[in-house]
Structures are given as C-alpha cells and as structure tokens.
C-alpha cells in the first residue's frame, strides 16, 4: 500500500481498545461499531463576497476500513461536491478533518438526527449525525494535533510541499 503515511504502521501498533462509538439499531440489530470506515476529509473552498460565505467546490476523501487498512482515495468536484461524498460513503462513518467546525459547515444542510455536538467555544470537537440511514462522528484532529495542517509535513517527516495534498496523506 504504497500511499500510506510512515506513521500509519506505527499507530497500528499501538495496543489500545476502541469503545463503541455508535448505537446498536434495535430494530434490525445492525451492530455499526462492526462495519464503519476511518475517512479523512479535506474541503476546499472559494469565499463568495456577496453571500458573504465559503462555497465548497472541492472535497477530497481517504477512507480505511476501521482496522486501518486502505480502501480509497476520491476526490469529489462541483458545487455539489458535500452531497457527493456523503453519497460516496459506503458504510458508517468515523470522519476526522483538521478544523471540523469547517466541514461541518459544508455538510450541514444534508444532515439530520444531529446529536451529541462536543464543542469548545466556536472549536466544534465532535457531532454525530446521520445521512441516508448511515451513521457518522466527525471528529477533529485539530483538538487532537493543535498545530496547523501546512506544519503537518514536517511533524510527521513527510516530503509534501503543496497545501492541496496534505488531505492526501
């Protein structure tokens, strides 16, 4: 797998235990904590001055299966870009992006049974919500790693030198 990060095989190293992190459906009794995906997301967008706003117009997704193995790197374009990869999700969803209060913003109008929002003052940590059925936690790296994303590279040794890949590692 020769997209990883260097420090992939190391956190997969590490000896810990993952409590649930979603609901059983009692209905069906579909257990999530045993199907989700790891996705890392990175928006980029271009500010509209009369809205007054960030429009998305690009969204990049690298998914792993919960175990940290890589399943795909997609990059989703157009304006429709946030509808796109909550389609382009195929099961329940960890998503993890470095500022989520962000993301968040440009995912919002597709979501709904928003619930359990963790957040700091405006520093939003952590919402579950839900999308067609699938249940996702976005998360932030930022409250985890509180450092900028361009300082990423030469934290974790990475030879990266354009922003626009960061989101790639």
């Known amino acids: 797998q020769g997209d990883e990060s260097p420090w992939l095989n190391e956190f997969r190293r590490l000896d810990y235990k993952i409590s649930p992190i979603f609901k059983v459906n009692e209905k069906n009794k579909e257990d999530p904590n045993q199907l989700y995906e790891v996705v890392f997301i990175d928006f980029e967008t271009f500010q509209d001055n009369t809205l007054g706003y960030h429009i998305p117009f690009c969204v990049n997704k690298k998914s792993y299966t919960k175990d940290l193995k890589f399943i795909e790197n997609k990059t989703y374009y157009g304006l429709d870009c946030a509808k796109q990869l909550l389609d382009g999700l195929n099961t329940h969803s960890v998503m993890i992006a470095h500022n989520a209060s962000f993301e968040y913003k440009m995912l919002i109008d597709h979501l709904y049974k928003i619930k359990n929002v963790i957040q700091t003052g405006s520093m939003l940590k952590q919402a579950q919500f839900v999308?067609?059925?699938?249940?996702?936690?976005?998360?932030?790296?930022?409250?985890?790693?509180?450092?900028?994303?361009?300082?990423?590279?030469?934290?974790?040794?990475?030879?990266?030198?354009?922003?626009?890949?960061?989101?790639?590692?």
Do not use: C, R, W
């Not at 985890?144 to 974790?156: G, Q, T």
């Open 131 to 169: 999308y067609k059925f699938k249940q996702i936690v976005l998360k932030d790296s930022y409250a985890m790693i509180s450092s900028k994303l361009e300082n990423f590279p030469k934290m974790m040794k990475l030879n990266i030198k354009d922003k626009g890949k960061y989101h790639t590692v």
